[in-house]
């Protein structure tokens, strides 16, 4: 509740005649208590006081008792005073408060005359998340999660997270400013009653200093170009009117280490430099999302090599991809100079606010040929743009291939509803010369709270990706998907049963060329290499102990896992993939698009071939085995890793959650 607080010339009484009246202006907002201190303006010798308003106003005691006036009470009775307007002035001075105050004879001893102008002023957002701006919502200024929850939602600019982007924030070109305004966030100030405002009164809108680094006000379509707060400044001074004003807000960075995604907007009404009302809304900055294989494949994003170099495949990939329902969408040369690593490049996620979705590609640190993708070609009113940037040096690790996110899982009664997200670290008691995600990234991840991150252990691999060894595919069944791993001890299951069955002699990587070298290796050649199989072995351990991390942060048991045969072999104290890596594939629906392994073949037959579709093949899913031998694998990579997919967003609107999930860095 706001004091009066009066001038001391008001206060003063000495040389104040009976009949002189002590005179004062001020504010009253509508809905607003004031409190006047009765005690305080009252002369010595005061026993009554008389009352007397004129107007619209309200007044009360402490007691919160109705004064019905004109009044004559004991001043004892009512040392305070509280004054309340229902209504908005409509011409300045229009009501007003008489107090005269009289000694135990009745005598009158002094009057205060206080004359106010009523305004109505708020500040209002979409505090009930219904994508319409609320009137005075009573929990504006608070956020709560639930589909009961309160609290508005703020998009950041479809264009750029300026904080840790490598660009100066601008957004002075009028037309892709106009365009932004599809997804800003909307927030009115409201203004009802005379136009000028009582003199020495201002109306200014702030934001803390570091929080204006994070989001920008625009005042109305004409001055777009121009942000009110941003950057640049933190508070601004309001234009005098008697109407409601809009604001469009965004943010310019996502929450990350240093900011909780919060951001507090005020609005003060000043007189003289005092702050005499003020009324406040908060927002949270939605998280940047990943989508898992199980949600609806929209495009598929692939490079188009030079000179033809992967038409093949890119025709291939076509087939699966038409019979999933989805569009390819090969991207010309100029976009990525031969870079073929598309998933390693960027991440296609997504951000969301009431009534509104955009794809947010997340531009990974590595910063080869197909940097130029994010930057020129999808960044545009269909697409956001995220990146982190270091100091330190980007490793394999910092790529994207290394990053999944897991389906909707709930683990020890607590639920993800929207999964987890997946990156793989290093493990320095095995690893010499350990590698880590950037700082910057970890952190990022973990800032984003909805899809509380889990870190895996890749860094045995020499490309150092999970989708060398993680996958998912949807599964009828109570998860709703099954986890594959990579498997060198399923792979030698299988070649064991082919050379107790008498086909020793079949071969693997038929007709293949590593190099100059012709790549075929008998089924026989491959079980008596002993180092082949030490190395496995070791290997196996660490997927093993990935597959303990996972069954315990994703709430899994071995039902819920599929072993896909895979073999590796030591490349400079790392693995690499023997045979191409059937778990790196592409889901699209029901539709895997699978890298070909050129398996040991019995009676025309792929033995992994074979293998896989009698895994997979029961939950409905179709396998389609394409050869990227040439174009991926001989490369270090496989069709996953070739590729990218952007995905229908959750049905569920993340603000909907009942409590965050528990983020807890490993």
């Known amino acids: 509740m706001r004091h009066l607080i009066l001038p001391e010339e008001v206060c003063s009484l000495p040389g104040q005649s009976p009949a002189e009246s ?12 004031l409190h006047v201190a009765l005690s305080d303006l009252a002369p010595a010798g005061a026993v009554t006081v008389s009352l007397t308003t004129q107007g619209e106003i309200e007044l009360y005691t402490e007691a919160d008792q109705w004064v019905d006036t004109p009044a004559l009470m004991p001043l004892q009775q009512c040392p305070n005073l509280v004054l309340l307007a229902r209504t908005f002035s409509d011409r300045p001075k229009d009501r007003s408060l008489a107090i ?8 009158h001893l002094s009057q205060v005359c206080l004359t106010f102008t009523s305004l109505r002023i708020c500040l209002d957002v979409d505090a009930d998340r219904d994508g319409v701006v609320d009137e005075d919502n009573p929990h504006k200024g608070e956020w709560r999660w639930g589909t009961n929850g309160q609290g508005a939602i703020l998009l950041v600019n479809t264009d750029r997270d300026h904080v840790h982007s490598d660009s100066h924030y601008t957004d002075r070109d009028q037309g892709r400013a106009l365009l932004r305004l599809k997804d800003s966030s909307l927030m009115i100030v409201r203004r009802a009653g005379v136009s ?71 609005l003060s009404l000043l007189k003289h430099g005092e702050t005499i009302y003020s009324d406040r809304v908060v927002f949270r900055v939605a998280p940047w999302m990943m989508t898992p294989n199980t949600l609806a494949p929209i495009t598929v994003f692939v490079s188009r090599l030079s000179e033809g170099k992967n038409e093949d495949f890119i025709e291939d990939l076509r087939k699966v991809v038409a ?42 640190p590595r910063d080869r040929g197909l940097d130029h993708l994010a930057k020129r070609q999808l960044i545009s009113s269909r697409f ?70 889990v870190e895996l252990f890749s860094d045995w691999l020499s490309v150092g990706h999970i989708d060398e060894f993680v996958n998912f595919v949807a599964a009828p069944n109570p998860k709703g998907f099954k986890l594959l791993l990579a498997s060198p001890n399923r792979c030698y299951e299988v070649l064991k049963e082919l050379r107790d069955r008498g086909h020793d002699q079949a071969v693997l990587r038929e007709g293949k060329h590593l190099g100059e070298k012709p790549a075929v290796i008998s089924v026989a050649e491959v079980m008596e290499n002993e180092d082949l199989a030490s190395q496995n072995q070791c290997f196996q351990s660490y997927i093993d102990w990935n597959r303990e991390v996972l069954k315990q942060e994703l709430g899994l048991d ?74 991926y694998f001989r490369k270090g990579g496989e069709i996953h890793c070739g590729t990218n997919t952007s995905r229908q967003p959750y049905p569920q609107a993340w603000w909907e959650i009942e409590s965050m999930p528990p983020v807890l860095k490993r």
């Not at 969408?329 to 951000?351: A, L, Q, S």
């Not at 072999?569 to 895997?592: C, I, T, W, Y």
């Open 558 to 631: 071995e039902a819920n896992i599929i072993d896909l045969p895979a073999l590796f072999e030591d490349k400079d104290g790392r693995a690499k993939s023997f045979f191409p890596n059937m778990v790196n594939m592409l889901v699209l629906n029901q539709h895997l698009a699978i890298p070909k392994p050129f398996g040991p073949k019995v009676s025309g037959h792929c033995a992994f071939e074979d293998c896989v579709k009698d895994l997979l093949d029961p939950l409905g899913l179709v396998c389609h085995f394409i050869d990227d031998w040439d174009t």
């Open 100 to 107: 005269a105050f009289q000694d135990d004879s009745g005598v």
């Open 384 to 453: 956001g743009y995220v990146i982190r940037k270091s100091p330190h040096e980007a490793t394999k690790l910092d790529s994207f291939g290394n990053l999944e996110v897991s389906p909707p899982v709930t683990v020890n009664g607590v639920t993800y509803p929207f999964g987890r997200l997946l990156f793989g670290g290093t493990r320095p008691e095995i690893m010499p010369n350990p590698r880590r995600k950037l700082k910057v990234l970890r952190d990022f991840f973990f800032a984003q709270k909805i899809q509380a991150p």
């Open 323 to 364: 019979q999933a329902g989805v569009q390819l969408d090969p991207v010309p040369f100029e976009f990525h100079n031969d870079d073929p690593w598309m998933r390693d490049e960027i991440e296609v996620g997504y951000t969301q606010a009431p009534g509104k979705m955009i794809h947010v590609i997340f531009d990974s």
């Open 196 to 266: 000028d405002l009582p003199p020495g009164c201002e109306i200014y809108l702030s934001v803390s200093q570091d929080q204006a680094q994070r989001i920008c006000i625009y005042d109305e379509l004409n001055q777009v170009g121009d942000e009110l707060i941003g950057p640049r400044q933190a508070q601004a001074k309001l234009r005098c009117s008697d109407q409601d004003t809009l604001f469009f807000v965004q943010g310019i960075s996502y929450p990350d280490i240093d900011f909780d995604g919060l951001i507090e907007i005020t």
């Open 22 to 33: 002590r005179r004062h202006e001020d504010v009253l907002v509508v809905e607003q208590p």
